[in-house]
């Protein structure tokens, strides 16, 4: 049972707009979030997280936001950067794990 | 400062056999957890050792264990490996407390043929 869903794939941006990627969650006792980045042949690089006690967290170029109420998390990236072309992965955790989405790969155009 | 550290990087071994994975935590973490990534996937939680015991175990079958050393450092190992154990295995080390300040290791790719 898939606890936490990237319904999108992949997404493309042209260099300089705004990047949204999406994330749906299904349990309410999540109380954590994170956006991972990661490139082929490397592990995942922490990119931004949001405690379920917020609704917005900034940090640079990078915006999460939380709907508690919709249970979904949304990450902003603005401006898009080529060098911000990466598979991007949400996880939840209610404790000691978390639980992972399967990825949005963003491409930027330059 | 180091991050984390895993090996080996790549591994092919035989359906039937066993393999070893190791992982040493960043610097000041005393907590490891062990996540499986297939292709096209997110990574999926084994387990997690803390004071060198399993903490918590995700679902996975018992041919998978591990085993946490008294500096932190971890292993992963696999009995009876089956083609579908084919993925990247990933090592996250944490302060105490487990969830906060997680850090990924770049994983170690095991093929198995």
């Known amino acids: 049972d898939q606890q936490v869903k990237q319904n999108s794939p992949s997404l493309s941006v042209q260099e300089g707009r705004i990047s949204i990627l999406n994330c749906d969650y299904t349990?309410?006792?999540?109380?954590?979030f994170l956006w991972y980045k990661k490139y082929p042949a490397e592990g995942p690089t922490f990119l931004i997280s949001?405690?379920?006690?917020?609704d917005k967290n900034e940090d640079g170029r990078f915006t999460v936001f939380l709907n508690k109420s919709a249970k979904h998390l949304s990450l902003h990236i603005v401006p898009s950067q080529p060098g911000d072309s990466a598979v991007y992965f949400c996880?939840?955790?209610?404790?000691?794990?978390?639980?992972f989405g399967t990825g949005t790969s963003l491409t930027v155009i330059p | 400062d180091a991050g984390v550290t895993q090996s080996p990087t790549h591994l092919i071994k035989t359906r039937g056999q066993q393999v070893t994975l190791r992982c040493s935590p960043k610097?000041?973490?005393?907590?490891v957890s062990w996540y499986q990534q297939a292709l096209g996937q997110g990574p999926q939680f084994i387990f997690q050792?803390?004071?060198?015991?399993?903490?918590q175990r995700g679902n996975f079958p018992d041919r998978f264990s591990g085993h946490q050393f008294p500096n932190y450092s971890s292993e992963l190992n696999v009995n009876a490996l089956l083609l579908g154990d084919s993925a990247l295995y990933l090592c996250?080390?944490?302060?105490?407390?487990?969830?906060?300040?997680?850090?990924f290791g770049s994983g170690t790719r095991l093929t198995v043929v």
């Open positions: 349990n309410s006792m999540f109380d954590y």
């Open positions: 996250a080390s944490s302060p105490t407390g487990g969830s906060y300040g997680y850090t």
């Open positions: 949001i405690s379920s006690i917020k």
């Open positions: 996880a939840a955790s209610a404790g000691n794990q978390f639980y």
């Open positions: 050792y803390y004071e060198e015991e399993e903490r």
């Open positions: 610097s000041g973490h005393d907590t």
